[in-house]
């Protein structure tokens, strides 16, 4: 194995984040395909989980933010980083599925004037009620609403309160169709605005274009293409292509993958100098190395109780409750 392929499978052995672009027309589950047999080729005989925080529509292409290995026990932490969109409203029309690829259900023939859309936009930032789509993830009475929504189910739907941090309306594209900049938290639904705007400006609206552009503090120059990570897999599989070829495809990647650790300076840093058990922790082997700064954090939430304890290797080994002093596992990590 090349030097390039083993400093790969050390990375992802050890559990590592990468920030991919969805190409539009994938499931966020189905972008992962070729990425979860490139990491299986690399580390045979391991079996490593790889998942991702922040589903992304098919409809939608943009930042989605990759697990592998260990890491993907801190997904949980991740839903929280803010969000940010580029998307276009389309008028006149509401869909079943609140986007372009669903079936036309409502019409008619008001378009909104510039004017009206900057005299609400203000009623749509803050914290606001939301209602989801209909075809969306959410569970009611433990059943996703896109399988009710399939099954031809009556849905019965409250109403959540949700963040939207920032809007911006960027004009119109073409008579029908405008350009929105929307930046928001966990749970928001940018399907939903789209129709929610438009029942307010007494007319109807869809989600004709979704692009996520940034997810906290990382953004699309910080991704790596579904289309070039596709690629990459299918060359290692062709013995005829040259090798070096291959290489440089790998060390591309490998300069994208961020540490475990990195995306998480919105906690405080802990390494444990005792033995290699910590089940029982010995609280006066644990040495504090970084506190983050009060204004560092991209997210929704008071992290300041959290806390990641590193091994003294340096490797992330459990999320820690830091109450008045006293230390808790809250999760294993290894």
């Not at 998942?51 to 801190?74: E, F, N, Q």
């Not at 690829?101 to 606001?128: A, H, N, Y």
């Not at 031809?152 to 109403?159: A, D, F, R, S, V």
């Not at 700064?293 to 830091?322: C, H, M, R, W």
Request: proline share 4%; charged share 25%; aromatic share 10%.
């Amino acid at each position: 194995m090349t030097a390039t392929r083993e400093l790969l499978k050390s990375f992802f052995t050890r559990g590592c984040f990468l920030f991919l672009d969805k190409a539009e027309g994938f499931s966020s589950h189905g972008a992962l395909y070729p990425l979860r047999r490139l990491v299986e080729s690399l580390c045979i005989p391991i079996k490593l989980k790889i998942g991702h925080s922040g589903t992304l529509d098919p409809l939608a292409s943009g930042v989605l933010l990759v697990a592998i290995g260990r890491a993907t026990k801190l997904l949980e932490y991740c839903h929280s980083f803010r969000k940010s969109y580029d998307c276009t409203v389309e008028w006149q029309k509401e869909m079943d599925t609140d986007d372009a690829t669903g079936k036309v259900i409502r019409f008619c023939e008001q378009i909104p004037s510039d004017r009206e859309i900057l005299e609400i936009l203000p009623s749509f930032k803050g914290v606001v009620s939301q209602i989801p789509p209909d075809f969306s993830a959410v569970r009611v009475d433990g059943v996703r609403l896109y399988q009710k929504a399939r099954n031809g189910e009556k849905i019965i739907k409250k109403p959540r309160l949700v963040q939207c941090y920032d809007i911006k309306y960027e004009g119109a594209i073409t008579q029908t169709k405008s350009k929105f900049k929307v930046e928001c938290g966990s749970g928001y639904y940018i399907r939903s605005f789209a129709r929610e705007i438009a029942r307010k400006l007494n007319t109807y609206g869809n989600i004709h274009t979704l692009r996520r552009t940034g997810i906290g503090v990382f953004n699309a120059n910080d991704t790596i293409s579904q289309k070039f990570i596709h690629e990459l897999w299918r060359n290692m599989k062709n013995t005829a292509l040259d090798e070096e070829l291959i290489e440089y495809g790998l060390r591309l990647l490998y300069e994208r993958l961020i540490p475990a650790h990195t995306l998480f300076n919105h906690f405080s840093h802990y390494m444990y100098e005792g033995n290699s058990d910590i089940s029982h922790l010995d609280c006066t082997n644990i040495r504090s190395i970084y506190h983050p700064p009060a204004t560092i954090s991209p997210l929704v939430g008071d992290y300041t109780e959290k806390a990641i304890l590193f091994s003294n290797q340096n490797e992330l080994i459990a999320i820690l409750n830091v109450i008045g002093g006293n230390f808790k596992v809250e999760k294993f990590l290894s």
